[in-house]
């Protein structure tokens, strides 16, 4: 097409949403007075006016195909009342006004297979990545590792009957897009990266590449005579950090990417201060379709979290007050010298007490 | 559909569980989409993402994609397995901003899908984990048409690589009786005075926005993002002496002992002998947690605002980082108010793209050069909330402290006058 035949792009930016909002949200819009979990899946919040907004929640498989999404506003039109968001967790709500709407909005969801749940004391729906469908940095995939475990956490997150909300999070590469979690599950590479010395001249931005790397492990060097890079394998942490801005140097391996499991992430400021998850397990195999692996070890730290936190203890809270020696074992998980930070700050992890539990 | 079906045997195991199967939704576009050019890069699609499932690697390249006008806003995806998977071999996903609260009509939404059906593959994301609706696989020639369409009917592309990215704010005002600010006028006011650096990188790395109506930041703002906006009130929490009293009655004391009095933070909150709680707001951190569990009989007082923190972001390069207290409080009413807000926001930009390093997020920015030098560069006084704890090190040159003791009295007295 010829550049004068180009159409100039509008730069609208962010919409405005309250077209897109229910009536009574509109409406009531900063004027709501309290709000209810009725059961699970659904809540109910009532305005200072006496209006009532009803809410149905249901998980998805958050890739949705037209089908899929248009099942789903069918659902709105003929159920509810045309109008839904989507939650961080890629969630699907439905709002009414009518709370006669409820019970068959839940029918019509759970007969079109989407999940209702996911609500207050639940294990939320894992938020997530790309992985092998999009990313073109990926230690494995993200929506394959989340449907092999929801389908097996279905229960907790249909019942909400966990001591209080748990938000699972995964990541397939280190750089963890897939954010900070009750439980994360993350993946690890274990080996330094593997360099195509033919192919770094053309395809990476050296100074970029040595900058790019947390350690300084990466320096420019000639190899058979081309301009490459070599990396200090003693030094290198094998975060991958250099893959992005140079694939050839690949640290992507079919058995060396492993995943890690990490709890403790919480972003609320409720009672403590956020939190940034901590390392609990990590060697486990990445393993397609279903990583079982993985799984086993997620249902196992939720059943010891389920068993022992006290009420509203969200995971952080509740390693907090038993501690860590006694968190590996009630989960017999094994604790070892890749536990003990080395990062930048980590003297502030260390035990300068005699606070020790018998 | 001509071609021969890609056999998906590991994929196939996903079909299995009760949970909903992308896979299925994947099939049903391969074998029930009457469109060739949609259930071939279907099938292409599936054939690719068995072969990674096969050999446990990822077979896709970035590149420069962009539409007419803009440098960003496209994640474009090359396969490096397109001859043997061809009709997926291109395959860029769309960044697409969402309304602030994610709120959508089920109209809309169906207008959305014919539109990324007619020009892209019919698979769609609400929402990728910084906030855009991702309509997921098309072609190079397919994101311009698609994007000409949509944003002829108010829908605009969010952002990608080093710029201002889009903006996510929680359910907010709109449905949370917690909410202490309007997010939607947060966000839009925020991003959408630097559309240009959404649209066209220019930044050392991205620089985010997200906004969360109150301090359970169900936005993850503080941990996520550059420039946290967090709802809060400075006066004193509302109680409902008869909703307390009715809590207690459907409880019991025990619970809310064991709940809300032993969980405060500060100790703040107090159960009295004939039922009623007395709550001493100037000790009280905010933290949301009493609030949380009796959510009938206490919200947020009427003197509302923001919280401001900066420099919130993940692992890459120096290790995660919270986001730090830059403005305690600030109101949030007016139309000056919001220009305050966005004057802010430029300042912090402005002095992120002159002075971090490439690849540099603010947090890390401000790691390097020290907390003080970045107050002093966007024109913010100390204020003893940034801070957990005042310094531990006695290795510093203070001959300046006369100056700086003296400014802080000047502060107080002109806060005291005003």
Redesign the interface.
Known sequence: MALED?????????????????PG??KN??Q?????HPRPGVLR?VAHSGDE?W?VKA????????????K???I??KF?D???????R?N?EY?VSDEAKVQPLIDALGEA???VGGTANSVAMI?H?????????????A??VV??M??EL?DEFTNCNMPNRVHLTTSCC???????GDIAINVQHTKPPKINHDLVANVCERP?VV??C?VAAIRPAMVNGKPSLEVDEKKCIC?G?CFPPC?PMMI?D??H?KLAIWVG?N??????K?T?QKLVAAGIP?N???WPEATAIVKRILKEYKAGA???ERINDWIERIGWPRFFEVTGLPFTKYHIDN??GSRNSLNASTHIRF | MDKKIHPTPMLDVLEEGPWPSFISGFKRMRDQHPEKRINEMANSLLGQLEHSYETRKGYWKGGTVSVFGYGGGIIPRFSEVGNAFPESKEFHTLRVQPPAGNYYSTAMLNQLADSWEKYGSGMVTFHGQTGNIMFIGTTTEGTQHFFDEINEYGWDLGGAGPCVRTAMSCVGAARCEQSCANEHAIQRHLVNTFTDDVHRPALPYKFKFKVSGCPNDCQNAIERSDFAVIGTWRDDMVIDQAEVKAFIEAKGRDYIIDNVTSRCPTNCITLNDDDTLTVDNHNCVRCMHCLNVMTKALTPGDDRGVTILIGGKRTLKIGDLMGTVIVPFMKLETAEDYEKLVELGSEVIDFFAENALEHERTGEMIERIGLVNFLEGVGVEVDPNMISSPRQSSYVRMDGWDEEAEKWFERQAEKAAS
């Open positions: 180009m159409r100039p792009p509008i730069e609208s930016g962010c919409p405005d949403g309250f077209q897109y909002m229910h949200m509109r819009y900063g709501w007075k309290f709000h209810e919040h907004i809410t998980g998805t498989q958050r890739i949705l195909d037209v089908y899929s999404l248009r789903l506003t069918e709105g039109d509810g045309g109008y839904v968001r989507f939650t961080i890629s699907i709002m297979g989407f999940i938020s990545t790309q992985g092998w469908l999009h990313c073109d940095i990926p230690g494995t995939d929506s394959g449907k092999a929801m389908d279905i280190q750089i963890n897009c897939g954010g900070q970029t900058a790019r947390p975060c950090a694939p992507n079919a058995e990417s992430g972003h609320s400021n409720a009672r403590g956020p940034f990445n397609p379709p279903r006290k009420d509203w990062w930048r």
